[in-house]
């Protein structure tokens, strides 16, 4: 049921505070993340692991981009992440010490489905992270960590991600305790930063008129493009593909450093573009480059609109717009910086008079290929 709001994706994008603390819940002990579906493995085997291999389609594949970041910082394993029709049409090498972890907010996704049984079949473990209970892939997998985000009706994903995300730090964290490669006091301040994003994102949600205004502001925009970096690449990808699918806009996502080898070209006066721009305390080397991008794209007329921490200063004189994410370890933006392109998202295609729950030619779980 929608209750009050205007539609199910309105509604989704505003349980994202409790997506997250339902998720974290039962799984932090003694301030230590610790999650009991992983004793399946016993900490042995998760010690012994060499490899993982995330995969996923669309929006959980940008929830494992995001966290690979956060599992090779903590738990130092080398993480690939691979759209799950790329990898099972190729020939992946899987020995028995790679871990497989798909991720799939409806667990049906035929190709993701595919890819953990391939995975397995090449003597892979395989871990689900999925929000569905009982669905399909989470059957097919040792192991699974349910994000307990609640049924997710819009097509569009939004608390399945930050779900996602949550769910992923968890078991990086834990990992890292079994693995031995943080402190007991450098696990426990990581959980104390996931424990206080609930409270962050409803504080960004307060943006909503802003990003409303902005939002009638751009209804003609033919395109629209969307930088980050560091993690915020991927929540700059993210932001696009919403775009894309509600708004039917052309939207395109890329890495920062990546402007000046081809996609600066596209900036002429008046092109909207977002900036996920890093921390300036918790990133303070990458802050500054990100600085210089929107400086550069500025000097060519771009509009920016920037999701900055607050507080930042010197992005204030170059953007055009700024919506503002609190304090937070920069491995835990992701999750606050998201929030304001998903209401983008909704926002612009409201405006436009679109169907935000049903966007066109979308279904929302892709059980064929
Ligand atoms: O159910 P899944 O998480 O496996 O779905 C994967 C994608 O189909 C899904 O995230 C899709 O990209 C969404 N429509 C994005 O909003």
Redesign the pocket.
């Known amino acids: 049921e929608k209750g009050g709001w205007s539609s199910f994706m309105a509604k989704e994008i505003s349980e994202q505070p409790d997506a997250v603390t339902n998720t974290l819940r039962g799984r932090i002990h003694d301030g230590q993340a610790v999650v009991p579906e992983l004793e399946a493995f016993g900490d042995d085997v998760l010690a012994g692991i060499r490899r993982i291999v995330i995969v996923?389609?669309?929006?959980?594949?940008y929830a494992g981009q995001t966290a690979k970041y956060a599992i090779e910082k903590w738990a130092q394993v080398p993480v690939d992440v691979e759209l799950s029709h790329e990898f099972r049409y190729r020939d992946p090498v899987l020995t028995s010490d790679t871990l497989v972890i798909s991720?799939?907010?409806?667990?049906?996704?035929m190709d993701?489905l595919m890819a953990v049984k391939y995975a397995r079949e090449a003597g892979a473990k395989a871990i689900s992270i999925c929000?569905t209970q009982g669905a399909t892939i989470p059957r097919e997998s040792d192991a699974v960590i349910y994000t307990h985000a609640g049924p997710e009706v819009a097509?569009?994903?939004?608390k399945?991600?930050t779900g996602q995300i949550a769910a992923l730090y968890l078991f990086a964290l834990h990992l890292a305790r079994v693995r031995n490669t943080m402190s007991l006091e450098e696990l426990a301040a990581q959980v104390v930063e996931l424990q206080a994003i609930p409270e962050k994102i409803a504080t960004t949600l307060l943006q909503e008129d802003a990003v409303r205004q902005l939002a009638v502001w751009m209804t003609d925009s033919r395109a629209v493009l969307f930088l980050g970096r560091h993690v915020g690449f991927p929540i700059a990808l993210e932001g696009a593909?919403?775009l894309k699918?509600l708004a039917y806009i052309h939207a395109e996502g890329f890495a920062a450093g990546e402007l000046k080898h081809g996609p600066i070209a596209l900036i002429e006066p008046g092109q909207p573009v977002f900036v996920v721009v890093p921390s300036p305390r918790g990133s303070a080397h990458l802050h500054p480059k990100v600085v210089s991008n929107i400086q550069e794209i500025r000097a060519r007329g771009a509009r920016i609109i920037a999701i900055a921490e607050q507080g930042d200063a010197a992005v204030l004189p170059f953007a055009d717009t700024v919506f503002h994410i609190p304090l937070a370890g920069p491995l835990f933006e992701p999750l606050l910086a998201v929030v304001p392109l998903q209401m983008f998202a909704i926002e612009l295609a409201t405006a436009k008079g679109l169907d935000v729950d049903q966007p066109r030619n979308?279904a929302?779980?892709?059980t064929v290929e």
Do not use: M, P, R
């Open positions: 996923a389609c669309g929006t959980a594949a991720i799939s907010q409806s667990g049906e996704t993701t929000n097509v569009a994903s939004t399945g991600f593909l919403k699918e979308l929302k779980s892709v």
